[in-house]
């Protein structure tokens, strides 16, 4: 089994395959890619000639002879065009089709993009597989004191905060957190935004020059910090327009910071009964929701409970048993 990655992501070195590596904004790398598709020339050598290869982020190599299984993370370069870059959108638009086609299985990570994917792309339903992902066993509530005060150091974090976890970018509906906040008005409650800038953030970068101290951009936070993050935050808030899956509210689930997300695409299969659920663009909505969560202990220690809960109901194990079903040709 080998698997194509992206060569941005954090080391994988300790997994037991033969790894692909690449930068998945390494135009050459995808017209190598497309090139080879369209020309129908084999990539396996380049692969290591494997019997299953995993394409894990959107880029499939053309391994005719090889068993693929193509990852659908999401479909927003087709759903929220505006949202992406143009070249991105383009190459993605051209080029997931053929690698759907291509693919022996498809990996939807929610029922949502599942049924997105099927309408879509008319694709055969038992082609089209769905395999949860989970937050990882270093997502737990930090209670240790010197733990906590040292991420607060390190950030120089207020003594309250709602915090967001994810890229700076469109499809994160970041412009609407930023107008909701402001109209809530919590003067002893602050509004931090965890994540490195992404594209298309103008409108981004003025709202947070004209949103004042009260409102802290912390950049790029790194793996090790965030589960104290999410545990020091007095709630947690990610109103996107559109996931394939949803992987921080998961995350701050875990940690156990109560969470108010949108009610689109796979938030409500993610979130379950666990978070409080909002029209991504209703600002009204989302301010009168940050006023009651930082104004209602008992509402915050429900959704805590809740959210303790429904993190445990996704499991890596259990993902990694359905791989292993997938390749064996038996379904997950």
């Known amino acids: 089994v080998a698997l194509g ?23 050459a790398w995808r017209a190598q890619v497309a090139l080879a598709h369209l020309l129908r020339l084999s990539q396996r050598r380049l692969a290591g000639a494997p019997d299953v290869f995993i394409a894990s982020d959107f880029v499939l190599p053309y391994l005719p002879g090889t068993r693929t299984v193509f990852i659908l993370h999401d479909l927003t370069f087709a759903l929220l065009p505006q949202t992406h870059s143009l070249l991105n959108r383009v190459y993605l638009q051209w080029m997931t089709p053929r690698f759907l086609r291509a693919a022996a299985h498809i990996v939807a990570v929610s029922e949502s993009t599942r049924a997105d994917a099927l309408r879509l792309y008319g694709l055969a339903p038992e082609r089209v597989h769905v395999v949860y992902g989970a937050a ?36 994160k509906n970041l412009v609407t957190l930023l107008k909701a906040f402001t109209a809530a008005q919590l003067p002893e409650v602050a509004l931090v935004l965890a994540g490195r800038a992404g594209w298309r953030t103008a409108a981004l970068r003025r709202q947070l020059a004209e949103a004042g101290p009260q409102v802290r951009a912390l950049g790029f936070v790194p793996d090790e910090d965030l589960p104290a993050l999410y545990s020091l935050a007095e709630a947690f808030a990610f109103p996107s327009l559109y996931e394939g899956f949803g992987l921080p509210v998961l995350e701050a689930m875990a940690c156990g910071a109560p969470v108010l997300c949108s009610e689109v695409a796979s938030l409500p299969e993610v979130a379950g009964d666990a978070a ?57």
Do not use: C, H, M
């Not at 990655?5 to 135009?27: C, E």
């Open 136 to 171: 990882g066993p270093e997502f737990a509530p930090v209670t240790e004191a010197s733990a906590l005060a040292a991420v607060r150091r390190r950030y120089d974090l207020p003594p309250r905060f709602i915090l967001f976890v994810g890229t700076l970018e469109p499809r």
């Open 5 to 27: 990655v992206d060569a941005r992501r954090r080391p994988l070195a300790d997994l037991p395959l033969p790894l692909l590596a690449y930068a998945r904004s390494n135009k």
């Open 276 to 332: 409080r659920l909002l029209p991504p663009t209703d600002a009204r909505a989302w301010a009168e929701a940050l006023q009651r969560i930082t104004t209602d202990p008992a509402l915050r220690a429900e959704l805590r409970a809740r959210g303790l809960a429904q993190a445990q109901r996704f499991s890596w194990a259990r993902a990694a048993r359905q791989f292993r079903q997938l390749y064996r040709g038996q379904g997950p």
